[in-house]
């Protein structure tokens, strides 16, 4: 589109101590795009999506729309657009599902639109539509993912950052997600998915990075991860 790209990573490093978790890593994310960072356990995955969500100090640059996000604080990062549904999902347990979803709506004042999100979010999951006020830690794994994903949308998102969105959940939860996604993307959002089990990332990516020891190993269209050899034998048809 030669439009300038909606999140640029520049040369990003991060430290725990003394181990180099990220070293050198860059990335552009176009807008409208399913982007997936994929990579072993330990790869740094997470680590790079903690930057972005400004989670941990690093050195390097990360640009929104131009605007240089590291001096913005977690909150204002969300209030940018960039929402991060974490590994933990980081729900309230004792809240019920209809609380969890309106704290992600905590940073926002317009309150029509907040309404309207809550019933785009229990039409695109039914299954929390049912439960609205039933306490989330006596969902299962799938439902609280789902309900992650919807307190996510509730905070407005134009990019939705997900870290291992599908690990360990049924098969029949992650076809449910799996449609989520689709439908998310169909309307315009951007979404920036971390995996280590690839197959889900290398099903919906339209590019995709493979992380190894917190380097970029190789990046590219999605066709060009099926075909790549190292590809198919260390991600492919293994899990
Ligand atoms: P996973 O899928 O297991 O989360 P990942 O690719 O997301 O893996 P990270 O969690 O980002 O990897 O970890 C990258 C490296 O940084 C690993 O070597 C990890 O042990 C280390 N690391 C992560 N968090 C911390 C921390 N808080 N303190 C020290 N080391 C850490």
């Excluded at 640029?8 to 490093?13: G, V």
């Excluded at 939860?173 to 998915?193: K, Q, V, W």
Aim: aromatic content about 8%; glycine content about 8%; hydrophobic content about 40%.
């Amino acid at each position: 589109s030669g439009s300038q790209p909606h999140l640029e990573i520049d040369d990003l490093h991060v430290y725990y101590g003394k181990a180099h978790a990220l070293k050198g890593v860059s990335l552009s994310i176009d807008e409208g795009e399913i982007f997936g960072v994929i990579g072993p356990n330990g790869a740094g995955k997470t680590t790079m999506l903690n930057a972005i969500a400004n989670f941990v100090d690093y050195e390097g640059t990360i640009r929104y729309g131009g605007t240089d996000l590291t001096s913005h604080s977690p909150r204002e990062i969300v209030q940018d657009g960039l929402v991060y549904c974490t590994e933990d999902r980081d729900l309230f347990p004792f809240f019920s599902v209809h609380e969890n979803l309106l704290m992600g709506a905590q940073f926002r004042d317009d309150d029509d639109a907040v309404q309207a999100d809550l019933e785009m979010v229990y039409d695109l999951f039914p299954k929390l539509d049912q439960r609205r006020e039933q306490e989330a830690e006596t969902m299962s794994g799938g439902e609280q993912q789902m309900l992650a994903i919807g307190r996510a949308l509730m905070s407005d998102p134009d990019v939705l950052m997900l870290d291992e969105p599908t690990l360990g959940l049924a098969p029949i939860i992650i076809e449910d997600i799996n449609d989520a996604i689709e439908t998310l993307n169909a309307e315009g959002l951007t979404i920036l998915l971390a995996e280590q089990n690839s197959t889900f990332a290398l099903r919906h990516a339209d590019r995709l990075a493979l992380l190894e020891t917190g380097t970029i190993e190789l990046s590219g269209p999605a066709d060009e991860f099926q075909d790549n050899d190292y590809i198919q034998e260390a991600y492919i048809g293994i899990h």
